[in-house]
Every structure is written in C-alpha cells, then in structure tokens.
T-cell receptor, first 117, second 116 residues
Framework: AQSVAQPEDQVNVAEGNPLTVKCTYS??????LFWYVQYPNRGLQFLLK??????LVKGSYGFEAEFNKSQTSFHLKKPSALVSDSALYFC???????????????FGTGTQLKVEL | GAVVSQHPSRVICKSGTSVKIECRSL??????MFWYRQFPKQSLMLMAT?????????EQGVEKDKFLINHASLTLSTLTVTSAHPEDSSFYIC????????????FGPGTRLLVL
C-alpha cells in the first residue's frame, strides 16, 4: 500500500521569508510525486511533479520540490513567500509500477500555509 | 493546457432528490477520470475511478447504487447522487488523467452540494 504523510497541519511564515512544506511518502516501488494547491472552495491546481531525472523539480509560481529517495521525502519549497501563497497544499504519490485500476493517487492530509505581512 | 470543468459549481436540493454533476476535460481526451469527496478541512477521499466505455471502479465503502457514474465519452464523466440525504452534503471534485503527459491528473473546480 502507498501512503503520504504531511506532518504539519499548518505552516506560518512571514512574507519574503523562505517556506518549506514537508512531505514523506511510502510506496513499494518507484514513485510519481505531485504537489497540488487548493484555494478556498476551489479544486486542486497542479504545481509540480517528480517523475524521473533531476531530483530538484521546479514548478508554477516559483515553487520547487526536492526528491530525496533515501529519506523518502518530497518537500515543497519557495525562496520568498508571498501573502497570495496562503492556501492548502497537498502532496500526492502514485506507484509507477502499478497499472490499471490500482494506479491511483494517494493524497496527504494537507498543510495549510499562512503567509503574513 | 489541461483544463477540467465541473458543472454546477454549487447546488442545493431537497432530501430525496437526485443530483447530477458533470465533469469535462476541455482540451484533452481522458480515458480515465476520478471522483473525489472532500469534507471540511480534510483531504480528498477517492470515491471511484471512471473509465470511458466501461463500468466505474468504486472504492471500498462507496455505494455504487447511490453514486452513479457514467463515462460516456472521452471528455465527459457524470456523477449522480441518487436520493440525496443531508449526509451527502459535501464538496465533490473530479479529475482527469491526461494521457501521454506523464499521466498527470488535472482537477476540476469542485461542486458544493447542500442537501436540505
């Protein structure tokens, strides 16, 4: 079974400071990893993904994430946070070795990011 | 781009009625679509996987006779909540997997259902 852990329910950061939203995962094989962002009463917006290759992945709105296989982590980062980044962030994983009906995304519980002036 | 739309965005209905929610992939064909349910301040719960031209695959604990899914074309999947009750009130989100694009899932904006 695959799983995702987002250990922080909420992260607070001052605007202009760097931010990190943590994610660790568990899969039996090799992972596809994703980050999504959700604004209030909206669906999820795709931010970035790791499929293969360079461990540092750059995505939308200045976000990036680093795949660390030994630590089974995929933390989301941004060098300088904006108030408009305040939202709910979800990490998700899929086992690339599973096909067909079992090939599903598993989401973490979400981390609420609050960026303050 | 990869745009997924949902309609309606909000719906209020009386207990016992049925509600249909549409999910469309606007600029790509999706052989696989997914339906999720999200409770306040919680993560997404996968309800079912919808495959074009075949029966949906439901997750454990989801009543397939209550949540009817039809994926009649490569761009449209529908979720019908039959005989809705107040406990069915929730935020329903669909997503579509874009084939050949490293299989990223793109999500619709969600539908807020309130059953009175």
């Amino acid at each position: 079974a695959q799983s995702v852990a987002q250990p922080e329910d909420q992260v607070n950061v001052a605007e202009g400071n760097p931010l990190t939203v943590k994610c660790t995962y568990s899969v039996s094989g090799n992972p596809y990893l994703f980050w999504y962002v959700q604004y209030p009463n909206r669906g999820l917006q795709f931010l970035l993904k790791y499929i293969t290759g360079d461990n540092l992945v750059k995505g939308s709105y200045g976000f990036e994430a680093e795949f660390n296989k030994s630590q089974t982590s995929f933390h989301l980062k941004k060098p300088s946070a904006l108030v408009s980044d305040s939202a709910l962030y979800f990490c998700a994983v899929r086992d690339r070795g599973i096909t067909g009906g079992g090939n599903k995304l598993t989401f973490g519980t979400g981390t609420q990011l609050k960026v303050e002036l | 781009g990869a745009v997924v739309s949902q309609h309606p965005s909000r719906v209020i209905c009386k207990s016992g009625t049925s509600v249909k929610i549409e999910c469309r992939s606007l600029d790509f064909q999706a052989t696989t679509m997914f339906w999720y349910r999200q409770f306040p301040k919680q993560s997404l719960m996968l309800m079912a996987t919808s495959n074009e031209g075949s029966k949906a695959t439901y997750e454990q604990g989801v009543e397939k006779d209550k949540f009817l899914i039809n994926h009649a074309s490569l761009t449209l999947s529908t979720l019908t909540v039959t005989s809705a009750h107040p406990e069915d009130s929730s935020f329903y989100i669909c997503s579509a997997r874009k084939p050949g694009y490293q299989e990223t899932q793109y999500f619709g904006p969600g539908t807020r259902l309130l059953v009175l």
